[in-house]
Every structure is written in structure tokens, then in C-alpha cells.
T-cell receptor, first 114, second 114 residues
Framework: AQSVTQLGSHVSVSEGALVLLRCNYS??????LFWYVQYPNQGLQLLLK??????LVKGINGFEAEFKKSETSFHLTKPSAHMSDAAEYFC????????????FGSGTRLSIRP | NAGVTQTPKFQVLKTGQSMTLQCAQD?????MSWYRQDPGMGLRLIHY???????DQGEVPNGYNVSRSTTEDFPLRLLSAAPSQTSVYFC?????????????FGSGTRLTVV
């Protein structure tokens, strides 16, 4: 069965520092991979996705993620954090065998220190 | 475009009451789904639909019913509310069955069952 593990339920960084949110998945074949962001009292918004092709994926708001098959990872990064990045971030995976079912990780809350 | 609209935004129910959470999308998306979000557990799929007249169960379907009579609407019914159903509910839609397109989420319904 597919699963998604997000390391760290809460990450705190200083404004201007590197943001690194970790995501690992379990799958016998590479799935489709996603990062979603949820701002307070809002629904989830697609940040970026990996389906096929280039393993480094760029998303909105300066975020990017790299698919590493050998490590079964899809970590999210941003070189310089802004206060507006404070939100909850969800990694998600869709297995090829059942493309309608997306499986979410438990989420990582990102806080930004002034 | 309004995207995905959920009503109500907030609701308090007494144990045993029934209610319907509304979800409507104006993007002509075939695929629609309902999730519940609980602290530390990410999002869990309740029910989904791949088109009008077709629905299927997700990970946590017990206590919930759905129907899809039109492409636009996908209501979620709580048959007899229980405190364990206190949660935030999100409706999501996608262009086709295939989550690799990415989902569009509504802003959520916060439900409290007392």
C-alpha cells in the first residue's frame, strides 16, 4: 500500500533562511507526487507536482522539489523564507494503479521567525 | 470562476442529527471527492465520484452518504451525527479521474458535533 511520511510536524525557520520540508513515500513504482499548501482557514492549494520528466520541479512562490527515486523522497525547498510562507504543507502521492486516489501525508506546519 | 464552493462554512450539530454538506464546482470537472481533515492525520478520503451517477467509497466512508446527480454538485450527507465526526471537511475536484492534474479544493466546512 502507498504511504507518505512527512518528517516533522512543525518546522520553524528565520526569515531569509532556507526552507526544507521532508517527504518520503513508499511505493514499488514511482508514483505522481505533489505538494499542497494550506493557509489558515483556507482549502489546499497545489504548490507543485511531479508526474514524469525532469526530476527538479518548480512551483509557485519560489518553491521547488526534487524527486529522488533512489531515496524515495520528494523534499520541498525554498532558498529564502518569507513571512508569507507561514502555512501548513502537505505532501501527497497518487499511485499509478489508482489515479483517482491521492494519499496525503500528515502535514508540516511551517513557522517563520522575524 | 468561483471554483469549488462549500456551504456552510461552520456548523454545530447535536449527536444523532443529520445534515448535508454542499459542494458545487463550476469548472465542468468530472472528478469530485470529499475529505476530512483531523489534526495530525492529514486528509482522509471519504467518498469520491468519477462522474454523474457514479460514486465510490474512500478510506473512511462509514456514517456518510453521497450522490452525484449532476456534474456540478456533490453533496455529503451525515446520517446520524456522532462526536467522532467533528472535523473539517473539504470538497475537491479535478478535470478527470487522474489526480495527476491536481485538485482544486473548496475552503472547507468546520463541523462540530456535541
Amino acid at each position: 500500500a502507498q504511504s507518505v511520511t512527512q518528517l516533522g510536524s512543525h518546522v520553524s525557520v528565520s526569515e531569509g533562511a532556507l526552507v526544507l520540508l521532508r517527504c518520503n513515500y513508499s511505493s514499488s513504482v514511482p508514483p505522481y507526487l505533489f505538494w499542497y499548501v494550506q493557509y489558515p482557514n483556507q482549502g489546499l492549494q497545489l504548490l507543485l507536482k511531479y508526474t514524469t520528466g525532469a526530476t527538479l520541479v518548480k512551483g509557485i512562490n519560489g518553491f521547488e522539489a526534487e524527486f529522488k527515486k533512489s531515496e524515495t523522497s520528494f523534499h520541498l525547498t525554498k532558498p529564502s523564507a518569507h513571512m508569507s510562507d507561514a502555512a501548513e504543507y502537505f505532501c501527497a502521492v497518487t499511485p499509478y494503479s489508482s489515479a483517482s486516489k491521492i494519499i496525503f501525508g500528515s502535514g508540516t506546519r511551517l513557522s517563520i521567525r522575524p | 470562476n468561483a471554483g469549488v464552493t462549500q456551504t456552510p462554512k461552520f456548523q454545530v450539530l447535536k449527536t444523532g442529527q443529520s445534515m448535508t454538506l454542499q459542494c458545487a464546482q463550476d469548472m465542468n470537472h468530472e472528478y469530485m471527492s470529499w475529505y476530512r481533515q483531523d489534526p495530525g492525520m492529514g486528509l482522509r478520503l471519504i467518498h469520491y465520484s468519477v462522474g454523474a451517477g457514479i460514486t465510490d467509497q474512500g478510506e473512511v466512508p462509514n456514517g456518510y452518504n453521497v450522490s452525484r446527480s449532476t456534474t456540478e454538485d456533490f453533496p455529503l450527507r451525515l446520517l446520524s451525527a456522532a462526536p467522532s465526526q467533528t472535523s473539517v471537511y473539504f470538497c475537491a475536484s479535478s478535470r478527470e479521474e487522474g489526480a495527476h492534474y491536481g485538485y482544486t479544493f473548496g475552503s472547507g466546512t468546520r463541523l462540530t458535533v456535541v
